[in-house]
């Protein structure tokens, strides 16, 4: 059965992560405002453009922070950073599809360290290729993209929407994190067909009132229970 409950995951790529006064702020405010993970996007210059952080920036924030840390690996061969995410305090450990020689061997890596595993799938990749994977508790959470990674502020290609409810309706149980150009109109339809952790940037810390715009991306519970009700 899908939890009752919207977890929230703050993208610290929509801020300069690189100033600390920044940082200090952002991550007190997404506590104080009702967040529930810190989205951290470590991006090599390989996997995509951009460039932004490694497990270093992890270990920092493992000190600032009791929120859990939700870390999404755009890099090429992820197997062989894994570890040091893990040892640097992460929660959750999510790898692309797209970069996975063997994705199931690298999911029961994550495990094996007692890091959540997640799994991301870009835009252009189908919900069929990960089918194999779900319910067979090999993974944890899979990362549906809302946009090609690499950028924050991204708009939300309508898809993702679709391929969202044909996870859900593959298993019942995984969760499923919608990342990239999440709005709080399209965080509505995104938790009815399934998502149950949302990650945002720019609609968080753009907004002018961040616990108001968290608790609309979280949704009424009402909503939650009914989309229970209607898996009964
Ligand atoms: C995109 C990243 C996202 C991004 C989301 O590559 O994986 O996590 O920060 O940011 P918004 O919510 O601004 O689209
Ligand atoms: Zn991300």
Redesign the pocket.
């Known amino acids: 059965m899908i939890p009752k409950y919207i977890r929230i995951s703050a993208?610290?790529?929509?801020i300069d992560f690189n100033n600390e006064e920044v940082l200090d702020k952002a991550l007190a405010d997404i506590e104080k405002n009702g967040a529930n993970f810190v989205?951290l996007?470590v991006?090599d210059g390989k996997f995509?453009k951009n460039k932004t952080f490694d497990h270093t920036f992890v270990d920092k924030l493992r000190d600032k922070t009791n929120l859990m840390l939700d870390v999404?690996l755009?890099v090429e061969n992820p197997e062989a950073v894994i570890e040091k995410y893990a040892k640097a305090g992460a929660d959750i450990i999510t790898v692309h599809f797209e970069a996975c020689k063997d994705i199931e061997k690298t999911l029961k890596q994550i495990k094996s360290l007692n890091c959540i595993a997640g799994v991301a799938i870009n835009p252009k990749t189908p919900a069929l290729k990960i089918r194999d994977l779900l319910g067979k508790g090999i993974v944890d959470v899979v990362v549906v993209?809302?946009?090609?990674?690499?950028?924050?502020?991204?708009k939300f290609i309508p898809g993702s929407a679709e391929k969202i409810a044909e996870i859900r309706d593959m298993d019942k149980n995984v969760f499923i994190e919608i990342?990239?150009?999440?709005t709080i109109k399209n965080a509505k339809i995104l938790r009815l067909v399934g998502a149950n952790i949302i990650?945002?940037?720019?609609?968080?810390f753009q907004s002018k009132n961040m616990k108001k715009t968290i608790k609309q991306l979280k949704g009424k519970a009402f909503m939650n229970n009914l989309m229970d009700h209607f898996k009964k």
């Open positions: 993208s610290l790529l929509a989205h996007d991006m995509v999404h755009m993209m809302g946009v090609n990674p690499g950028a924050s502020g991204q990342d990239g150009g999440v990650i945002s940037g720019a609609t968080i």
